[in-house]
């Protein structure tokens, strides 16, 4: 069975840190664009950051961006999301994800193998 499972989730105060993992069993990933997305509540689930199969490129939401780090290893399967300076409206449901190919990769449509979600929540 393939599964993508998040951990690292918790509260932090704002101005914090938070390093999520996403683990991979089941298949290997080392060959496919991996990506976060986040839920808050009532609202959709949106794109947070992807990394190609390589690691060498990365693209961030513009809500992220200088405060986020994608990362993979390969070797270990592993998918790393590194969450600094953290604002309350941070807080959500993260998930990982598989792209799968399609229009962009900024869709979550063009993603599978979701992940269950760690809980992120940041207090003022």
């Known amino acids: 069975q393939v599964q993508l499972v998040e951990s690292g989730g918790g509260l932090v105060q704002a101005g914090g840190s938070l390093r999520l993992s996403c683990a991979a069993s089941?298949?290997?990933?080392?060959?496919?664009?991996m990506g976060w997305f986040r839920q808050a509540p009532g609202k959709e689930r949106e794109f947070v950051a992807t990394?190609?199969?390589?690691?060498?490129?990365?693209n961030y939401a513009d809500s992220v961006k200088g405060r986020f780090t994608i990362s993979r290893d390969n070797a270990k399967n592993t998918v790393y999301l590194q969450m600094n300076s953290l604002k309350p409206e941070d807080t959500a449901v993260y998930y990982c994800?598989?792209?799968?190919?399609?229009?962009?990769?900024?869709?979550?449509?063009?993603?599978?193998?979701w992940g269950q979600g760690t809980q992120v929540t940041v207090s003022s």
């Open positions: 994800a598989a792209y799968i190919g399609g229009d962009s990769y900024y869709y979550t449509s063009t993603y599978a193998y």
């Open positions: 990394i190609s199969w390589s690691g060498v490129s990365t």
């Open positions: 089941g298949r290997t990933f080392s060959a496919d664009r």
